[in-house]
């Protein structure tokens, strides 16, 4: 089954203490992305991978890594998280025609 | 991008048909139609695409004008699980570029 998966699902930390949210999918697609959701904000994308070893900020990178090491995975970082970082995050990656795959979600809370 | 204009909710009834409105009037000829929904507490889904036709899958079929300047989704028989907001996105095709996601349409079923 085609599949997009994120780790950990929900997160709350303190700030300053550094994470990890890892993104992997089954699908061989080479671009994948990350996107944050706030109320009133909608979906709005934070990096992006076109390959492995290339990457590119979106809309809103302040305060975030990310690393394309190898093509399944795409791991959000957060080297110092902040509260204005508490968000819904996802994962995308991007087929055919421009279709996008989503995955659950990471609720992240940062105290 | 050129930009996409819904109405921000509408009410229908259980197991009968949602037609769920989109303007695009500033759609260029390579612009893919892209709808997705986003169920409460999920990513965003894909539900259907097309370019100048009229389409149809499993979940939906889509509707696009001859001026390509709307498009209608319509599910032909509503049930409570397709309560959701309904995205209607412009998709220019390759590139960098995320997806550009407004504020949609939060669909109410009532049963």
């Known amino acids: 089954e085609a599949q997009v998966t994120q780790n950990p699902r929900y997160l709350i930390t303190v700030t300053g203490k550094k994470l990890t949210v890892t993104c992997s999918q089954n699908?061989?697609?080479?671009?994948m992305s990350w996107y944050r959701q706030d109320p009133g904000l909608g979906l709005r994308q934070i990096y992006y991978s076109m390959n492995v070893e290339v990457t590119d900020k979106g809309d809103v990178p302040e305060g975030y890594k990310v690393s394309r090491k190898e093509k399944r995975n795409f791991p959000l970082i957060l080297e110092s998280p902040s509260p204005n970082q508490t968000s819904l995050y996802f994962c995308a990656t991007r087929g055919s025609y421009g279709t996008q795959y989503f995955g659950p979600g990471t609720r992240l809370t940062v105290l | 991008d050129a930009k996409t204009t819904q109405p921000n909710s509408m009410e229908s009834n259980e197991e009968e048909p949602v037609h769920l409105p989109c303007n695009h009037s500033t759609i260029s000829g390579t612009d893919y139609i892209h709808w997705y929904r986003q169920l409460p507490s999920q990513g965003p889904e894909y539900v259907i695409h097309?370019?100048?036709s009229n389409v149809n899958n499993r979940m939906a079929s889509l509707a696009i004008a001859e001026d390509r300047k709307s498009s209608t989704l319509i599910l032909h028989r509503a049930t409570l699980r397709d309560a959701a907001v309904y995205y209607c996105i412009l998709y220019s095709g390759g590139g960098a570029d995320g997806l550009t996601f407004g504020k949609g349409t939060h669909l109410i079923i009532q049963p």
């Open positions: 699908m061989n697609h080479e671009y």
């Open positions: 097309g370019l100048t």
